[in-house]
């Protein structure tokens, strides 16, 4: 069995972790609710989060660009990468 045992320990500790911070998660954000708007502050903490996301996407997409192909000679793939990225996001 030798080390086997890490294909089924890493989605189990996935899902410990998931879950801790779940319920972390919601204590923080029940917190910073005030007057029962609980449900307002989860969806602005939400889109604070996919906000977040897009810059650090557009950020990366960025970084790819000016490093990563440094000296490349397919330099024609930028706009069709940068493309890419924006459909993603």
């Known amino acids: ?3 086997s ?6 989605p189990f500790l996935f899902s410990i972790g998931s879950s801790m911070n779940s319920i972390i998660r919601a204590c ?3 917190h910073f609710a005030k007057n029962n708007n609980n449900a307002d502050v989860v969806l602005k903490e939400a889109n604070q989060d996919k906000g977040g996301k897009l810059v650090g996407l557009t950020f990366g997409a960025i970084v790819l660009c ?3 192909m440094v000296g490349d000679s ?3 793939a930028r706009p069709g990468l940068l493309v890419c990225f924006g459909l993603m996001a």
Request: proline share 0%; no cysteine.
């Open 28 to 30: 923080i954000l029940q």
């Open 5 to 10: 045992w890490m294909i089924f320990a890493g």
């Open 74 to 76: 397919r330099m024609a």
């Open 1 to 3: 069995w030798g080390s």
């Open 66 to 68: 000016f490093v990563g």
